[in-house]
């Protein structure tokens, strides 16, 4: 599945701020469907860490996860990933 998301071979995204896979709706720049299990083997997805995510957020401080002072660490995985490595 890595392969064919960082081929661009099929419609499929990764988010990783929320470790979220979705199916993007081609020709609609804001429609998705999120997944929940690999397509290919059935295996369950990560949890996603959308609502962990908007709750830090709000305990820093910031007015929402569109707020466009939000640290940079927040755009990609690395504050996640951080707190996985601390544990």
Do not use: H
Request: charged share 35%; glycine share 4%; hydrophobic share 35%.
């Amino acid at each position: 599945m890595k392969f064919l998301i960082t081929e661009n071979k099929v419609a499929i995204d990764y988010c990783p701020c929320f470790r979220e896979y979705s199916i993007d709706i081609r020709g609609d720049s804001i429609a998705c469907q999120r997944m929940f299990y690999c397509p290919w083997c059935g295996k369950i997805l990560p949890k996603s860490l959308r609502l962990e995510f908007a709750a830090e957020l709000e305990q820093l401080g910031y007015d929402g996860i569109f707020d466009e002072n939000i640290p940079d660490k927040y755009k990609t995985d690395e504050w996640w990933r951080e707190k996985e490595t601390k544990q």
